[in-house]
């Protein structure tokens, strides 16, 4: 049950590029200011931890700045990850963080849910990295099928960038009833360079995309965006590419569960947390009209159908010998 006032704080700030120790330091920081500000629950961007990998969009392959960014990646299990679950416990703070995961050298775009008692109550991967990604970061299989745990405060949600894209999966976090998305995004502008002309990567497509999230599933969205400065820059080379190339791409918002826009935004070039005090009724108003999983929806005639078993590599296979030995055996 969720209480009636809940207090969130969305994060826009530039990572600590190649730095996981830094990227520790800074995630800690940064969960330290938003539980001073009163705030239950603290998002973070879009592989926050160790930074978006900007460079993928200009080079397919930089093997010096790949070593890094693998090196520098988070384990689920390692005393950093513990460092910052230590910080939410102690804090008393729930923490929605995105972070490349190295798993035995493997990359991939990950969100942990930290609950306020420091303990990890979802580990999800994100479906599929979006075109260039896939250079750098596997696939996330099942693991992207759970999105939403209970907290003392909420339910609380999360999907990575361009999730928000597929119709399908959007449906399925949707059906876990969450009361507050965190929607994790890479730094983006308006500002392209050449002929790129992809809308839905520039700032204003992302945060439409996050504000139709609101809108379809009726909960209270924290847009959460990095920036990157001229150290940024410099460290990936990624200056003249068509983005990620210049400062700023910050444009974190927070979304009421109608849509409507709750937050007055940082310059897209400045770092700083946004708060809101998030009136859970409106949860409750909201559904009243629309509830695209409940009386709003037609499960008669479409329905949604998921396979919710992570595949591993090695598993076991039940081989069927049959009986009369002049039939084929079924492997």
Known sequence: ?????????????????????????????????????DAQLVGFPEVWIPGYPCWIWTRNVDFDLNVQYIKNSLRLDSPEMQRIQDCARENNI???LGFSENCNGSLYIAQVLIGPDGEIK???????????????FGDGSSHALQNVEELPFARVGSLNCWEHL??????????QNGDIHVAAWPPLSNDVVGDFGAYSMTAEGSKTLSRTYAMESGTFVLHCTQIITEKGIKAMRTGGQTIMSAPGG????????????????????KEGIIYANLDMDELVK??????????YSRPDVLWLGVSPEIKRVVRSQRVEVAQDSSEPIDW
């Open 122 to 136: 979802v580990h999800r991967r994100k479906m599929k990295g979006t075109h260039m990604e896939r250079t750098v």
């Open 94 to 96: 729930a923490v929605s």
């Open 250 to 269: 910050g444009h974190t918002t927070i979304f009421g569960p109608d849509g409507r826009v709750m937050t007055e935004p940082i310059p897209e070039d």
């Open 286 to 295: 909201n559904k009243m009209f629309v509830d695209c999983t409940g009386h």
């Open 1 to 37: 049950m969720s209480c009636p006032t809940v207090r969130v704080a969305a994060t826009q700030a530039e990572p600590a590029w190649f730095d996981l120790q830094g990227a520790v330091d800074k995630t800690c920081k940064l969960i330290e200011e938003a539980a001073s500000k």
């Open 166 to 175: 597929q119709p399908l999966l959007k449906y399925n976090a949707i059906t």
